[in-house]
């Protein structure tokens, strides 16, 4: 039954009758029903973005459990890994002089430089060893351009490179895309970004993530976000 409120009786009303009433708001609240045209991003949960990885996200490994179980309900999943090859532009140790988290300029942009991780055919490179996503259907690598990084699981770091993932979701008439792993606010940001521009619905399972939050780039990540569209979800509002 609806909860409907006139305002006079409500301006009326004590304390503590808005608090019991508080309870009925919270459950008249829809959940988001899930279809088949809905598909599951989850983004690089790899080794050297969780604990004891050369690049570790904090708390990146209390998401795994929780992904596990947010996958049971999606009948479309995709998982990202980044796969960057030894020397790769995004490193640190490829520009003398550099350290970690400088800034610099590359002929596609601003780009942040990193500790070496990810390197394709390392341990670091793997999958977290506790995802069980038995029924993912794809395994999208990015960042294997050794001279363009690839944030997206969707475009290169160029805004022009493809990897194929929006043709793919598109051939399968996937037309909403939720967007959960490693790190809030860069590879999941830029994804659920890019899945708008595909002309998407992109919803972004906040508990089910986590940022690095260097220097508010988690804050900005999320008005970033929010200003194309995107939406900000818990794992809870899922049906």
Same mark, same amino acid.
């Given at each position: $039954?609806?909860?409907?409120?006139?305002? *006079?009786?409500?301006?009326? $009303?004590?304390?503590?009758?808005?608090?019991?009433?508080?309870?009925?708001?919270?459950?008249?609240?829809?959940?988001?029903?899930? @279809? *088949? =045209?809905?598909?599951?991003?989850?983004?690089?949960?790899? *080794?050297?973005? =969780?604990?004891?990885?050369?690049?570790?996200?904090? /708390?990146?490994?209390?998401i795994v459990p929780l992904i596990n179980d947010i996958a049971k309900k #999606?009948?479309?999943?995709?998982? =990202?890994?980044?796969?960057?090859? &030894?020397?790769?532009?995004? #490193?640190?140790?490829?520009?003398?002089?550099?350290?970690?988290? /400088?800034?610099? /300029?590359?002929?596609?942009?601003?780009?942040?430089?990193? &500790? +070496?991780?990810?390197?394709?055919?390392?341990?670091? @490179?793997?999958?977290?060893? +506790?995802?069980?996503?038995?029924?993912?259907?794809?395994?999208?690598?990015?960042?294997?351009?050794? !001279?363009?990084?690839?944030?997206?699981? #969707?475009?290169?770091?160029?805004?022009?490179?493809?990897?194929?993932?929006?043709?793919?979701?598109?051939?399968?008439?996937?037309?909403?895309?939720?967007?959960?792993?490693?790190?809030? !606010?860069?590879?999941?940001?830029?994804? @659920?970004? /890019?899945?708008?521009?595909?002309? %998407?619905?992109?919803?972004?399972?906040?508990?089910?993530?986590?940022?690095? +939050?260097?220097?508010?780039?988690?804050?900005? @990540?999320? =008005?970033? %976000? $929010?200003?194309?569209?995107?939406? *900000?979800?818990?794992?809870? +509002?899922?049906?």
């Open positions: $039954m609806a909860v409907v409120l006139d305002r *006079r009786r409500l301006l009326g $009303m004590g304390a503590l009758a808005l608090a019991g009433l508080a309870p009925a708001l919270a459950r008249a609240q829809t959940k988001i029903a899930l @279809a *088949r =045209t809905d598909a599951l991003i989850v983004v690089d949960v790899q *080794r050297c973005f =969780t604990k004891g990885g050369s690049l570790a996200v904090p /708390d990146g490994d209390a #999606f009948a479309n999943v995709v998982l =990202t890994q980044d796969w960057h090859t &030894p020397g790769h532009v995004s #490193f640190a140790s490829s520009h003398p002089g550099k350290k970690p988290f /400088d800034v610099i /300029d590359l002929p596609y942009g601003k780009q942040v430089l990193w &500790p +070496d991780h990810c390197v394709q055919g390392t341990d670091g @490179a793997g999958l977290h060893p +506790d995802l069980a996503i038995p029924h993912a259907q794809l395994v999208i690598r990015k960042g294997y351009n050794k !001279d363009v990084d690839s944030y997206s699981a #969707f475009l290169e770091a160029d805004s022009k490179t493809t990897t194929g993932l929006g043709g793919y979701l598109k051939a399968r008439a996937i037309n909403r895309v939720f967007v959960c792993g490693l790190a809030t !606010d860069f590879c999941v940001a830029w994804t @659920a970004q /890019d899945a708008r521009k595909e002309g %998407m619905e992109a919803l972004v399972i906040e508990d089910a993530s986590r940022g690095i +939050d260097a220097q508010g780039s988690l804050a900005a @990540a999320w =008005t970033k %976000m $929010m200003s194309v569209g995107v939406k *900000r979800i818990k794992s809870g +509002d899922l049906a």
